[in-house]
Nanobody
Framework: EVQLQASGGGLVQPGGSLRLSCAASGFMFSRYAMSWVRQAPGEEREGVACLSTANNYPNYKDSVKGRFTISRDKAKNTVYLQMNSLKSEDTATYYC????????WGKGTQVTVSS
């Protein structure tokens, strides 16, 4: 059974940091591109960060460049999203996704940036 379990969300003040984790199981984690996608209320889902298997170079949405860092630990089958200098507009439910042709989605974790 494929599982992607995201965790680490919460309430944080503007300028604060959070680290999201996503533990994967049930598929060949190291062979899948891994992404973090977010969805704010009333908005469509948008890609935030992606880490491919081909070259492992990360790609980021422009608005998070320099603030967010995606990484993966292949030994732990886990992908991370370090989020620094958080802004209110980062408030959303964050999902991790594994893709290799087909896409696997996990349940989201809520991030709320508010004073």
């Amino acid at each position: 059974e494929v599982q992607l379990q995201a965790s680490g969300g919460g309430l944080v003040q503007p300028g604060g940091s959070l680290r999201l984790s996503c533990a994967a199981s049930g598929f060949m984690f190291s062979r899948y591109a891994m992404s973090w996608v977010r969805q704010a209320p009333g908005e469509e889902r948008e890609g935030v960060a992606c880490l491919s298997t081909a070259n492992n170079y990360p790609n980021y949405k422009d608005s998070v460049k320099g603030r967010f860092t995606i990484s993966r630990d292949k030994a732990k089958n886990t992908v991370y999203l370090q989020m620094n200098s958080l802004k209110s507009e980062d408030t959303a439910t964050y999902y991790c996704m594994g893709r290799r042709g087909i896409a696997y989605w996990g349940k989201g974790t809520q991030v709320t940036v508010s004073s």
